[in-house]
């Protein structure tokens, strides 16, 4: 029997990453505190 693989879209995505992020706000926000420095993405010149 063949597996049904469901298909993603832009929308699905989207609104699933709303719900999370309502969801784990604070989480979300911390962890890319921890991994990302922000400094390395915006000049000092900026």
Do not use: G, R, T
Not at 15 to 25: H, T
Request: without cysteine; glycine residues 0%; negative net charge.
């Amino acid at each position: 029997m063949p597996v049904q693989a469901k298909q993603l879209n832009f929308s699905n995505i989207s609104s699933d990453f709303e719900k999370f992020f309502n969801q784990n706000q604070y989480n979300l926000l911390s962890m890319l505190n921890h991994f990302f420095d922000i400094s390395d993405f915006i000049p000092l010149s900026f």
